[in-house]
């Protein structure tokens, strides 16, 4: 079983920057595919950046060129870099995890515990 463990969330002013990092308790292929979901108040949790275990990324259209993911695979860590936040980027983040992409698009295998990111105007 790996765990996720997420940090770095708090409170931003519009156009601000915060940097999210999610740690797997251990290697596992089962981890290949990791990504940042969110969660807005009333809202559907969308997966806004994912990652391949090579570094292929992708990202919703809301948030690129403003977010970049990387991932440090020697560290079993993946990062989200949130530059130029607006008040709509308010949500409680979650690190997911899957064996592939499919399967983090539809039902992650592990899921972190989330981190609130508040975007104030």
């Known amino acids: 079983q790996v765990q996720l463990v997420e940090s770095g969330g708090g409170l931003v002013q519009a156009g601000g920057s915060l940097r999210l990092s999610c740690a797997a308790s251990k290697f596992s292929f089962s981890i290949n595919y990791m990504g940042w979901y969110r969660q807005a108040a009333g809202k559907q949790r969308e997966l806004v950046a994912h990652i391949t275990q090579s570094g292929t990324t992708n990202y919703a259209d809301s948030v690129k060129d403003r977010f970049t993911i990387s991932r440090d695979n020697a560290k079993n860590t993946v990062y989200l870099q949130m530059n130029s936040l607006k008040p709509e980027d308010t949500a409680a983040y979650y690190c997911?995890?899957?064996?592939?992409?499919?399967?983090?698009?539809?039902?992650?295998?592990?899921w972190g515990q989330g981190t609130q990111v508040t975007v104030s105007s």
């Open positions: 997911a995890a899957a064996i592939n992409g499919p399967r983090l698009l539809t039902r992650p295998d592990y």
